[in-house]
């Protein structure tokens, strides 16, 4: 999988969003707001290019203290949320 072209994260009022430019802004009408560890997966994904669950378990373990099963639980949760407003592929 990987983060689709002309995504990308800002922050805006102290708040991290994903946020669309150039021609994907046309279809594209809404901020995704993130909480801490989102932007770390985001910032993580776009760090490996193309990435899996696993790749992206394993780096969350070792930022946060979580086990690896909760970890893919979580990655899953959020790459699928990503994957159906199409930031991510």
């Known amino acids: 999988m990987r983060i689709k072209k002309g995504f990308v994260m800002r922050e ?22 993130l ?22 378990a394993q780096e969350f373990c ?6 690896l099963s909760t970890a893919k639980n979580d990655v899953t949760e959020i790459v699928e949320k990503w994957k159906s407003i199409e930031v991510a592929e």
């Open 12 to 33: 805006v009022c102290a708040q991290k969003v994903i946020v669309a430019e150039g021609l994907e802004t046309i279809d594209f009408g809404k901020l995704i707001s």
């Open 35 to 56: 909480n801490d560890t989102a932007a770390f997966l985001w910032e993580t994904a776009q760090k490996q290019g193309n990435f899996t669950i696993d790749s992206l």
């Open 62 to 67: 070792k930022a946060y203290d979580v086990d």
